[in-house]
């Protein structure tokens, strides 16, 4: 098993372009989510689908989109960068809550992203 | 709303003693599920320790122990015989069973002094 895989490990991009960050998981997890991470603010929620085809925001979802096409996969797409977008973002996937009774979350390696 | 909180950004602790990280919740769910996280300098989340709500006993791990105060909303985690490789950012996080929304604390770095 190969995980949770994220691509790329870093990203520069420049104001307003766009771009999507890759994730995808190989347990047949049907619960994926996507964090940032700030310096003293931990891991915010942006987006988390519970199934292929189910997508839900947030606590910070603003300039950001998802889809949840196949089990496996849950691209996150930054519409137009803005500096405020400068972060580290991670994937995360785990079963849900109706197939186990605990849910650990198994995290990729996480996207190191600078927008100027 | 559920929240958790960290109290503790920074800590540190001599190499073979023992440090305790605090986690408080706030939530009206009666169940659900805690879980504490390190993030060593390679960035990677690896999972240390869970519990779920019903059980009473604390969860154990090796050197990793917690103490879970249900009533207090309480959640804090017990390193022993701290060791190098323990120096890492520590993230308490929360599961309502109910819900689809993990939480997480703002982190604790842990420094371990030779």
């Known amino acids: 098993n190969a995980g949770v895989t994220q691509t790329p490990k870093f990203q520069v991009l420049k104001t307003g372009q766009s771009m999507t960050l890759q994730c995808a998981q190989d347990m047949n997890h049907e619960y994926m989510s996507w964090y940032r991470q700030d310096p003293g603010m931990g891991l915010r929620l942006i987006h988390y689908?519970?199934?292929?085809?189910?997508?839900d925001q947030g606590e910070v979802p603003n300039g950001y989109n998802v889809s949840r096409s196949t089990t496996e996969d849950f691209p996150l797409r930054l519409l137009s960068a803005a500096p405020s977008q400068t972060s580290v973002y991670f994937c995360?996937?785990?079963?849900?809550?109706?197939?186990?009774?605990?849910?650990?979350?198994?995290f990729g390696p996480g996207t190191r992203l600078t927008v100027l | 709303a559920q929240t958790v909180t960290q109290s503790q950004p920074e800590m540190s602790v001599q190499e073979a003693e023992t440090v305790t990280l605090s986690c408080t919740y706030d939530t009206s769910e009666s169940n659900y599920y805690l879980f504490w996280y390190k993030q060593p300098p390679s960035r990677q989340m690896i999972l240390v320790i869970r519990q779920e709500a019903y059980k009473q006993q604390n969860a154990t791990e090796n050197r990793f122990s917690v103490n879970f105060q249900k009533a207090a909303k309480s959640f804090s985690l017990k390193i022993s015989d701290s060791q190098l490789g323990d120096t890492a950012m520590y993230f308490c996080a929360f599961f309502p069973d109910t819900g689809n929304q993990f939480y997480f604390g703002t982190g604790t770095s842990l420094t371990v002094i030779p």
């Open positions: 995360a996937s785990s079963y849900h809550t109706s197939v186990t009774n605990y849910n650990e979350q198994f």
């Open positions: 689908s519970v199934g292929a085809g189910i997508t």
